[in-house]
């Protein structure tokens, strides 16, 4: 039996502020939230136990009824002895995580829990980028070769028994349990770990960690199946839009797909789609390439009005019909995090997608509507070969795939994600 120990329990002096950074709402989901989800959704995880200040226990024992929850200790290693200890008599393993690392991934889960059938203590590592020295009163003292420096993370995995020996028999203080291990002379092995798994420590990381929930990182994820799904789709011609309700009538959706019969750029939408809906996507959209000393303000408006304004319309719409909870996807673009020469007004009014995605998904979050911004690469589509004839299709994002990773975020509890897609195949591509 392999026992996921999550370490929710310290005050998070170095971060600062009222509430501990573990507890801090990052997304719309609490820091600590994100682990325990990673743990979840692994196989080989049996049993998840989380680790507590003591004024935050009743909080957390109603929201995961399913997990055991127990008190911390005043340091970290107090806390995962209380892990320990709560341990069912059975488990073989344990795998220690400090709930101040939200991006733990499936597979940096898989190599420890390989690792333990090969070593009693397991570590996860990345190797140093930069140099590392000593410094003592201002003085260098060491510079150990780089090569073999590597950065602990969690989780580490051991042994139940092991572990539980070195904690009642080794009396060194430390910040992890791996010393712990190697001062009882055990032989510790180490796992790679993963740059995104960083450990949120002070509040700047808080933004760093804002920036990584916009990558893609449901990737690895299944696609959902939207049988019997009922989905509006604005923009549903256009080339990703198509591509969405290609994929989602092949899942036997209730797909409405609208095209140039409904004009967004009115300031209503037609009656009928008062309706029900599971899902509404916002594909539509107007990609203008001028230089801005040559745009009139017709043109501007134009773009802005299709492209922002009718977020508007279709935000309310969401609103007034989700009645029991929905998801509501924009299609933004890569442009909008970087404006680009001849793409002012495109560029800009993707941009506004985006912070309204974040502002509507913290509005709607009490209504169960969940609220993303998807930013596709540039795509293989007929608006994209209009406007920059002659490019290397090669450098081109399927809209296949885009569709599928943009119905990822059509399910699951994900909101105020902006999603900025990107394909490996398109990392060199200029600009
Ligand atoms: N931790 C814990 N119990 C403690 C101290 C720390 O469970 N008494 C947990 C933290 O909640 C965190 C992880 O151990 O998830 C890593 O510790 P650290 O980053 O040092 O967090 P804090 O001790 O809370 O922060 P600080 O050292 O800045 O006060
Ligand atoms: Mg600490």
Same mark, same amino acid.
């Given at each position: 039996?392999?026992?996921?120990?999550?370490?929710?329990?310290?005050?998070?002096?170095?971060?600062?502020?009222?509430?501990?950074?573990?507890?801090?709402?990052?997304?719309?989901?609490?820091?600590?939230?994100?682990?325990?989800? %990673?743990?979840?959704?692994?196989?080989?995880?049996?049993?998840?136990?989380?680790?507590?200040?003591?004024?935050?226990?009743?909080?957390?024992?109603?929201?995961?009824?399913?997990?055991?929850?127990?008190?911390?200790?005043?340091? !970290? !290693?107090?806390?995962?002895?209380?892990?320990?200890?709560?341990?069912?008599?059975?488990?073989?393993?344990?795998?220690?995580?400090?709930?101040?690392?939200?991006?733990?991934?499936?597979?940096?889960?898989?190599?420890?829990?390989?690792?333990?059938?090969?070593?009693?203590?397991?570590?996860?590592?990345?190797?140093?980028?930069?140099?590392?020295?000593?410094?003592?009163?201002?003085?260098?003292?060491?510079?150990?070769?780089?090569?073999?420096?590597?950065?602990?993370? &969690?989780?580490?995995?051991?042994?139940?028994?092991?572990? !539980?020996?070195?904690?009642?028999?080794?009396?060194?203080?430390? &910040?992890?349990?791996?010393?712990?291990?190697?001062?009882?002379?055990?032989?510790?092995?180490?796992?790679?770990?993963?740059?995104?798994?960083?450990?949120? +420590?002070?509040?700047?990381?808080?933004?760093?960690?804002?920036?990584? &929930?916009?990558?893609?990182?449901?990737?690895?994820?299944?696609?959902?199946?939207?049988?019997? $799904?009922?989905?509006?789709?604005?923009?549903? =011609?256009?080339g990703i839009?198509?591509a969405?309700?290609?994929?989602?009538?092949?899942?036997?959706?209730?797909?409405?797909?609208?095209?140039?019969?409904?004009?967004?750029?009115? $300031?209503?939408?037609?009656?009928?789609?008062?309706?029900?809906?599971?899902?509404?996507?916002?594909? %539509?959209?107007?990609?203008?390439?001028?230089?801005?000393?040559?745009?009139?303000?017709?043109?501007?408006?134009?773009?802005?009005?299709?492209?922002?304004?009718?977020?508007?319309?279709?935000?309310?719409?969401?609103?007034?019909?989700?009645?029991?909870?929905?998801?509501?996807?924009?299609?933004?673009?890569?442009?909008?995090?970087?404006?680009?020469?001849?793409?002012?007004?495109?560029?800009?009014?993707?941009?506004?997608?985006?912070?309204? +995605?974040?502002?509507?998904?913290?509005?709607?979050?009490?209504?169960?509507?969940?609220?993303?911004?998807?930013?596709p690469p540039r795509t293989d589509t007929a608006m994209r070969h209009k406007a920059f004839p002659g490019e290397n299709k090669n450098l081109l994002a399927n809209p296949k795939n885009v569709?599928?990773?943009?119905?990822?975020?059509?399910?699951?509890?994900? =909101?105020?994600?902006?999603?900025?897609?990107?394909y490996?195949h398109q990392f060199q591509a200029s600009?």
């Amino acid at each position: 039996m392999n026992v996921a120990i999550i370490l929710a329990g310290g005050k998070g002096e170095r971060f600062g502020g009222e509430v501990p950074k573990q507890f801090v709402v990052l997304h719309g989901h609490r820091v600590m939230d994100y682990a325990i989800k %990673a743990f979840e959704q692994h196989p080989a995880i049996d049993q998840i136990i989380i680790v507590v200040p003591a004024n935050w226990k009743s909080e957390i024992i109603a929201e995961y009824p399913q997990h055991t929850v127990v008190l911390g200790g005043n340091t !970290r !290693r107090e806390s995962s002895y209380n892990g320990l200890i709560a341990c069912p008599t059975n488990t073989d393993n344990v795998l220690f995580h400090d709930a101040a690392r939200p991006f733990l991934d499936y597979d940096t889960i898989q190599r420890v829990i390989d690792g333990l059938k090969i070593a009693s203590a397991v570590d996860t590592a990345i190797p140093a980028t930069d140099t590392i020295i000593e410094v003592k009163e201002s003085k260098i003292t060491d510079m150990p070769i780089r090569d073999f420096l590597f950065q602990g993370q &969690t989780p580490q995995g051991f042994h139940y028994d092991v572990i !539980r020996k070195a904690h009642e028999t080794i009396s060194v203080e430390t &910040t992890d349990d791996i010393r712990l291990a190697m001062e009882m002379g055990i032989e510790c092995i180490s796992v790679a770990g993963s740059q995104f798994n960083f450990k949120i +420590t002070s509040s700047n990381d808080l933004y760093m960690a804002e920036r990584v &929930t916009q990558i893609n990182a449901r990737k690895t994820n299944k696609i959902p199946n939207f049988k019997g $799904k009922k989905v509006l789709v604005f923009g549903g =011609t256009g080339g990703i839009g198509s591509a969405l309700v290609k994929r989602l009538i092949e899942d036997d959706a209730i797909v409405t797909s609208l095209g140039s019969e409904v004009d967004i750029s009115q $300031k209503s939408l037609p009656d009928n789609l008062n309706q029900e809906w599971d899902i509404i996507i916002h594909s %539509a959209g107007l990609f203008i390439k001028k230089p801005f000393a040559e745009l009139s303000v017709n043109e501007w408006d134009n773009v802005m009005s299709i492209n922002f304004r009718s977020a508007f319309l279709v935000a309310q719409l969401a609103h007034k019909t989700m009645k029991e909870g929905g998801w509501l996807t924009f299609i933004g673009s890569s442009s909008s995090h970087r404006g680009r020469t001849s793409q002012s007004v495109y560029a800009a009014s993707k941009a506004a997608l985006n912070n309204l +995605t974040q502002s509507l998904a913290a509005e709607f979050l009490d209504n169960h509507i969940r609220v993303n911004c998807i930013n596709p690469p540039r795509t293989d589509t007929a608006m994209r070969h209009k406007a920059f004839p002659g490019e290397n299709k090669n450098l081109l994002a399927n809209p296949k795939n885009v569709a599928e990773d943009i119905l990822r975020y059509c399910d699951g509890d994900e =909101t105020g994600h902006i999603v900025n897609l990107k394909y490996s195949h398109q990392f060199q591509a200029s600009r």
